[in-house]
């Protein structure tokens, strides 16, 4: 009876502990140095504005945006969900390419950070497109940080 009592509780939380964390990840970017151009955009109301797109060649400057993106919590959202959140107030999208061409090829790795702070990464993984993720809080001050280090003003 008393290992009963003993084993119930213990196997109840093993089972909510795992249910709980089931989906959830951390962000790990191994290969920082693989991208040679990152193109930044501000999307607002699902439309680009005029001068708010930058392009960054500097190698330094882009591993360092990875590495702060790096070791965020996420879940697997599904791609409908991900489209409905990029649709809602400003977006900054931060997409990495291999090469000079942004308008004849898809990105590398890419991650939009909303207004407040939430962030949405279109791979789970360098070239991995199959699992988009969301952050499971908010990094408001990250988005500052990454325009602060990139000298962007919009």
Excluded: W
Aim: glycine share 6%; net charge negative; aromatic share 10%.
């Amino acid at each position: 009876m008393l290992i009963k009592h003993i084993y119930v509780p213990f196997i109840f939380i093993v089972v909510f502990l795992s249910a709980c964390s089931g989906n959830e990840e951390t962000i790990i970017i191994e290969d920082k140095d693989f991208a040679d151009m990152l193109a930044v955009n501000m999307i607002e109301n699902n439309i680009s504005s005029e001068g708010t797109d930058t392009i960054i060649k500097d190698k330094e400057k882009m591993k360092e945006i990875l590495s702060m993106v790096e070791g965020v919590q996420v879940e697997e959202i599904e791609n409908e969900q991900l489209l409905k959140e990029m649709k809602s107030g400003i977006v900054y999208m931060f997409a990495f390419f291999k090469g000079d061409e942004t308008k004849t090829k898809k990105g590398e790795y890419a991650f939009n950070i909303l207004e407040d702070g939430t962030i949405l990464f279109n791979y789970d993984n360098v070239g991995n497109t199959n699992t988009p993720a969301i952050t499971t809080e908010k990094h408001r001050d990250l988005l500052d940080k990454m325009k602060q280090t990139l000298n962007i003003g919009y």
